[in-house]
């Protein structure tokens, strides 16, 4: 691989042992994929955050790096275990949340900004378009490079901080214009309302495309938040790391223009297919007994929607919207806050019903209206899932 | 008689001892028992042997990212292998054999997984890209 002089500098450990390890890293990953070079990138989003799943090892490892490097760049910090301020009130225990703040404190000493959320992207970090960064959180590299149009590979959290530190990301992949282009075309001849379809539709085309880049034609444009839906949806039953919308997304004019376009394979999904996968997505007839939605973490504009399906009712369930703190602030400001809590809601932040050690509580069946929430938490939480709109959830929980 | 396999590094450093070979892609998170080396992967072909102290020889890692922080685990509690050579390296171990400090070796000139043998003696010479058996 072709280094320049300063990347060469910190390889050879001229700018200290944190950084020359850091690049051992990097070259050896550049050399696994076959990159030809390293690339500046000007932002970063780090995983492998929760207790839950980095345990003893991850906290180690975060605690020693800060002793011996800093991040360079603008870098934020994936959903932890628990609320920090109020996980005695939801019902973690002290020993979870004790090992859950020592790595976050792990993270601040290496400068990384302590958001705890998988959706930086609105919160402020939100690149411009063809910017190069190092994103990992599967969600948030789909979110990014398809509906922003930076450029990241689909990295691992260790990948993605290590990048933060020397600033520089192996070139491969997504770095790449050309390796940008879709691979495979989806015409959906379906009428969408509702989140609960766009991330069926992101789940079935996720178990088809895996890794390959699919490009939508959608008859509207499905909006900011259900692209965030349906991306989470996509690299949750696949690998996916970029798709393209029709209309609607940054790349997708280069896609069809692509040489390659008029050759590529075309599926058309239609209503069976949406509506059997949204059945598969529920594994159970109860009611559910917590209603979780934010996952990804929850926009205000969807908090909004929540305050104003909850005004005046009483829940009869408990019911989390997970986000950010920065969003659940303006939430509270906003006034949407205020109207949660009085019908019996709760919105969490720093955390969501992924990583959170859940099971550790006393709940049987979670209502979610993410695929994504319902694809992993059957298996990492060991609930049973009902998977439906935000709006139908609220009303199986109220009075 | 020894012979010389030319390899490519991954991570710096040299060591010697004896080989365990699988054909099986290895998770590190999840299917080692990072306080005792164990292997503890029913599905696995090495369930239940420990890679404390060997050369292993793998085709290539799989499963988590927090895979490359249990590898560093196991370096710190010394239960981690002396040296990793794999025929292709992905990032999980690639990353845990850096920042734990163990040789490892990727990319062999001939099919690793078949010309060494369980218990064979050989050095990973990663500075050096070369796999001796002794």
Redesign the interface.
Same mark, same amino acid.
């Given at each position: 691989m072709q280094l320049t002089k300063y990347e060469e500098d910190m390889y050879n450990g001229e700018y200290g042992e944190g950084k020359a390890?850091c690049m051992?890293?990097l070259v #050896?990953?550049g050399?696994?994929y076959d990159a030809e070079k390293m690339i500046p990138i000007t932002s970063a989003q780090v995983? %492998?955050v929760s207790y839950k799943?980095?345990?003893?090892?991850?906290l180690?490892?975060v605690v020693d790096l800060g002793k011996k490097a800093d991040v360079t760049l603008e870098t934020m910090l994936n959903p932890a275990g628990v609320d920090i301020e109020n996980w005695q009130e939801l019902g973690f225990s002290k020993e979870f949340t004790d090992k859950q703040i020592d790595i976050i404190n792990g993270y601040e000493s290496i400068g990384v900004m302590s958001t705890c959320t998988c959706t930086p992207y609105l919160i402020g970090n939100t690149p411009m378009l063809n910017e190069h960064v190092a994103w #990992?959180e599967s969600s948030a590299v789909c979110y990014v490079n398809s509906v922003i149009g930076a450029r990241t590979n689909r990295e %691992?959290?260790?990948?993605a901080l290590?990048a933060a530190i020397v600033g520089r990301t192996p070139y491969y992949g997504n770095h790449i214009l050309e390796n940008r282009v879709a691979d495979m075309i989806f015409n959906v001849d379906y009428d969408f309302v509702n989140e609960a379809e766009i991330g069926a539709l992101g789940y079935y085309v996720g178990q088809i495309v895996n890794d390959k880049k699919p490009y939508f034609r959608i008859n509207k444009n499905p909006g900011r938040n259900n692209l965030k839906t349906l991306g989470a949806a996509l690299a949750s039953s696949g690998a996916v790391s970029l798709y393209h919308v029709e209309n609607v997304t940054p790349e997708a004019d280069y896609s069809r223009c692509h040489d390659s376009f008029e050759e590529l394979e075309t599926v058309t999904v239609d209503k069976n297919m949406i509506e059997e996968t949204l059945e598969q997505l529920t594994t159970t007839d109860k009611i559910p007994d917590l209603v979780c939605l934010g996952c990804p973490h929850a926009s205000i504009s969807e908090i909004q929607e929540v305050a104003n399906l909850v005004k005046d009712k009483k829940l009869t369930k408990d019911l989390w919207i997970c986000t950010s703190k920065a969003i659940k602030s303006i939430s509270k400001q906003c006034g949407y806050l205020d109207i949660i809590e009085k019908a019996g809601g709760k919105i969490v932040s720093d955390t969501c019903m992924v990583v959170a050690p859940i099971e550790e509580l006393d709940y049987e069946v979670i209502g979610v209206n993410s695929a994504k929430a319902a694809n992993y938490v059957p298996n990492m939480c060991k609930l049973d899932v009902v998977y439906d709109t935000v709006e139908n959830l609220i009303n199986m929980i109220s009075e | 008689m020894s012979s010389n396999i030319k390899c490519r590094i991954i991570s710096k450093g040299k060591d010697s001892g004896n080989a365990l070979v699988t054909k099986d892609p290895i998770s590190f998170l999840g299917g080692v028992d990072p306080k005792t080396g164990i292997v503890i992967d029913k599905k696995h072909e090495l369930y239940n042997e420990c890679i404390t102290d060997k050369i292993l020889v793998i085709p290539s890692g799989k499963g988590s990212t927090v895979g490359s922080y249990v590898i560093y685990q196991m370096a710190k509690n010394n239960t981690a292998p002396r040296a990793i050579i794999c025929q292709k390296a992905e990032p999980i171990i690639a990353i845990g054999a850096i920042i734990s400090k163990i040789p490892m070796v990727d990319n062999p000139d001939v099919d690793i997984i078949n010309t060494i043998n369980t218990n064979d003696e050989i050095t990973v010479d990663a500075d050096n890209s070369t796999i001796v058996i002794n």
């Open positions: 390890e051992e890293i #050896s990953l050399k696994i995983s %492998g799943t980095i345990g003893d090892a991850g180690d490892f #990992s %691992g959290g260790p990948s290590l | -």
